[in-house]
């Protein structure tokens, strides 16, 4: 289910969880970009990072080359990682990359979108709009990603989700960015419930059109509001701390 976000803190008071240390620092660190804590361009040194999370440098090693898998964060010939940062280019590309995921997902549905799915989907949609109303951001991220998630998953192919698996933490960034400027804009112009409306009556057409405008909307707001600032990365992007 989507917002069921586990903190470093369980692992470390010994409750019963399976991942691996490093995984939480990951996912701590990813938390701590997300919500504007670390901007693109900040130094992320192993050293601060153990001493704040109170482990030794390599999990915390461990994370962040993870991170630079993901491209959330960089290694600079200076051998230090740092946040990675986002341009116009940079946002172009990973929108056309979703689209054309999420696309080829949707035009391979065909027979099997059934209720189940169609409920699922909407169940999603449901919590991403209560999250809104309570001004839950990082849960409503993690809703808009489930939801994204499971439209590239109606192709049943394991291969494209995994690509699609791969851009998650940049697009983790842009979602959270994107709400930062408009709260609403996953649920304000219907564009989520228009698609899944198009998928229950089987018209894929609509439903890649639909998909089609609700990511351009998502991308002009964030490409508007890098313009509005240096250009250079998106300090003024960061999502406010909830």
């Known amino acids: 289910m989507c917002g069921n976000l586990v903190s470093l803190q369980a692992i470390m008071n010994g409750d019963n969880v399976h991942l691996d240390l490093w995984m939480y620092i990951r996912d701590e660190i990813r938390n701590l970009i997300i919500s504007g804590d670390f901007s693109s361009g900040d130094r ?14 390599g999990p915390v090693r461990t994370a962040l080359m993870d991170l630079e898998r993901t491209g959330l964060v960089v290694s600079t010939p200076r051998r230090f990682t740092q946040v990675a ?104 112009g219907g564009e989520h419930r228009r698609i899944i409306e198009a998928l229950a009556r089987e018209d894929r057409a609509a439903a890649l059109i639909a998909l ?12 508007g509001m890098h313009q509005l600032g240096n250009g250079s990365h998106w300090d003024d992007l960061r999502l406010s701390r909830a």
């Open 85 to 188: 940062s986002f341009g116009p280019d940079d946002l172009d590309e990973l929108y056309e990359l979703i689209l054309g995921l999420e696309s080829l997902g949707i035009t391979r549905s065909a027979g099997r979108i059934d209720d189940l799915m169609l409920e699922e989907l909407y169940g999603i949609q449901e919590t991403l709009e209560q999250a809104e109303l309570e001004g839950d951001r990082r849960r409503a991220v993690e809703c808009d990603l489930d939801f994204h998630r499971h439209l590239c998953g109606l192709a049943s192919n394991k291969r494209l989700l995994a690509v699609w698996e791969q851009l998650v933490d940049q697009m983790r960034f842009v979602i959270a960015s994107v709400q930062r400027i408009d709260p609403t804009v996953a649920t304000e």
């Open 44 to 57: 992320l040194i192993e050293g601060d990072l153990a001493a704040r999370f109170k482990v030794s440098r």
């Open 212 to 223: 089609q405008e609700h990511l351009d909307i998502a991308r002009t707001k964030t490409t």
